[in-house]
T-cell receptor
């Protein structure tokens, strides 16, 4: 059974600082990895999808890396803004199913 | 495209009542997923369909839960009878295949917040 861990559980940074969110998983035989954002009381918004053959994906200020052999992914958010405050979830894809981490709750202070 | 649509957005019911949650996936997507989110257990996959056929329902907690997908544009998740411990946010998501043995991004609906009194 795939186990997904996200550390830290919560993070508070001043505006402008770069964010580094970590995700680790136990089974390296994955199809893909997806990062989501969830605002309080809302649904999940897909941020980035990395297929197993890729090492990284970029979208604007977001960059996600994938190291299957070590079972790790990192989401980088450059020059954080108060609007980046949310919970970020890592989800690992095996056999058409996603296994989710518990998330990292980020607060960006103005 | 309107994205994944779920109804109702909020449901409050009494223990023992039947609850039906509805989902319309994104047009053209051939995978549909039902998830449940709670503070204690996080996000859990309940069941998923491919081309309207249930593929894996191992996450369905009890026989009180059932899901159907009568056509490509509609799915229901039913709880009968409901219990207070079923209180959670239920999400529906859809995706398409890459054609290389994996699926593309999953897109989530806004969720249904269920409260069973």
């Amino acid at each position: 059974k795939q186990e997904v861990t996200q550390i830290p559980a919560a993070l508070s940074v001043p505006e402008g600082e770069n964010l580094v969110l970590n995700c680790s998983f136990t089974d390296s035989a994955i199809y893909n990895l997806q990062w989501f954002r969830q605002d309080p009381g809302k649904g999940l918004t897909s941020l980035l999808l990395i297929q197993s053959s890729q090492r990284e994906q970029t979208s604007g200020r977001l960059n996600a890396s994938l190291d299957k052999s070590s079972g790790r992914s990192t989401l980088y958010i450059a020059a954080s803004q108060p609007g980046d405050s949310a919970t970020y979830l890592c989800a690992v894809g095996n056999d058409y199913k996603l296994s989710f981490g518990a998330g990292t709750t980020v607060t960006v202070r103005a | 495209d309107a994205g994944v649509i779920q109804s109702p957005r909020h449901e409050v019911t009494e223990m023992g009542q039947e609850v039906t949650l509805r989902c319309k996936p994104i047009s053209g997507h051939d995978y549909l997923f039902w998830y449940r989110q709670t503070m204690m257990r996080g996000l859990e996959l309940l069941i998923y369909f491919n081309n309207n056929v249930p593929i894996d329902d191992s996450g369905m907690p009890e026989d009180r839960f059932s899901a159907k997908m009568p056509n490509a544009s509609f799915s229901t998740l039913k709880i009968q009878p409901s219990e207070p411990r079923d209180s959670a946010v239920y999400f529906c998501a859809s995706s398409s295949t890459t054609g290389r043995g994996s699926i593309n991004e999953q897109f989530f609906g806004p969720g249904t917040r269920l409260t069973v009194l």
